[in-house]
C-alpha cells in the first residue's frame, strides 16, 4: 500500500466512524419518537428471521406482502407506519401476532436510512437475521423449493456470512390500466434484463467507501438500471441492488438504503420480485409529486412516474424483448442472479433425492 492509499483509507475509516456515531444518535431519536399500535408478542422462532418494513399508504399490498412473508417462515415482521391515511394498518393488525405494528411520524426523506436502521435493529433482536424490504418487494432465493428460508440463513452461518444482496427485478402486467388499484400479483408476470446493468461489485463498494468483504463472494455484482429505468427515462444511475438480507448482531449496520458497512458477503445473491409498476403506483405517484413527501431521488422518480402515466389510459408495457417471469432458476440461467458453489450442491442434492422418490 502507498503513502497516499494509507493515507486515503485511514481519512476513509475516520469517516465512517463518524457516520456510524452519527446514525447511532438519529436511531435513538427514531425509537423515541415511534409509538406501538400492537406491542411485540412472543412468537415461536421458526427462521431465525424478522421481517422491517416501512409503509404509508400500502393499502393494495399489504396483504399479498404479508401473506407472502409468513409462507416463507419468517420468525416475526415489524410493520412501521409513517403516516397512513387509508386501511394500512388495520390490515395489518388483521394478520394476528406474528406481525407487529409500529407508528413513527417523523419526515420520511431525512429520516429513512435512521428509520430503517432502526427496523434492521428491531427485526434482528434475539440473535435473529433482518430481511428489510419495502411493501411492493417480494423476497426468493435460488434453490427456495428445496431449501426453507430457515436452511438458506442456517447455511450463510455456517459460511460465516452476514450480508445478503438482492436484486431487484421489475415486474410487470402486459398492459398496465392506472385506473386499476386492485393488486393482482398473478397478472404481474413479466419482466425485461435488456437494460441491466452489471458491476463489478469489489470496483462499486471501492468507489462508494462500501466497507465489506467480499472474499466469499467472488464475481459478485451490484445491479443498476433495469427496465423502470428506461420506462421512465432516467438519466442517472437506478441502483437496483440492495443489502436486504443482514446479520446486525454481527456487527453489519446501514449506511444508506441500498448499502451496509461491515459485512462479510455471502456468494449467492437473492431475488426482491419488485411491484413497482401498478395501477396504485400511479396514484401513490400524483400523491407524492403534490405532497412532496419524497428526498429527491424518490421525488424525481415518482414525477417521472406521473407524467409518464399521465391520463387513464391504459398503457401497452409489454415489448417483443419481454419475458414472462418463472422463478429464480429462470434468473439464474440468464445470469441476473448468482449462486455459491455449496448452496448449489445442496440445491442439486435435495432436487435429485426428490426426482428419485417420485
Known sequence: MTRREGKHSWRARIRHR???FQLWLRVVIVALRVRAVRHRQPVDRRSGVGVGVIVRDGGPFVDVFLRHYLALGVDRITVLDNGSRDDTIQRALDFGTRVEVLKCGLAFPRWETAMKSYLVRRAGTGRRWALLVDIDEMFDFPGS???????????????G???MVAHLLDV??????????CFDPAAHDRFELDH?????YTDFATQHEVQVDTSN????VFQLNGFRHHLLGFERPLWITKHALLHPCAGVWLSHPHLVQGAILAPTSAILVHHSLTGSTVAKARVAVAERRYGWSAQDEYSRYASKLEGDCPIRLAGPRTLR??????LL???FLQVGRSLSEVIAERRNASAGTQ
Open 217 to 220: 463472494a467472488a464475481g459478485m
Open 196 to 200: 441491466v446493468v452489471s458491476a463489478n
Open 161 to 163: 456470512v452476514s450480508g
Open 172 to 181: 410487470f402486467p402486459p398492459i398496465l390500466d392506472p385506473k386499476d388499484n
Open 325 to 330: 417471469y418463472h422463478g429464480p432458476d429462470q
Open 333 to 335: 440461467a440468464l445470469g
Open 145 to 159: 423449493d428445496v431449501v426453507s428460508l430457515a436452511e438458506l440463513v442456517a447455511h450463510l452461518k455456517s459460511l
Open 18 to 20: 463518524v457516520r456510524q
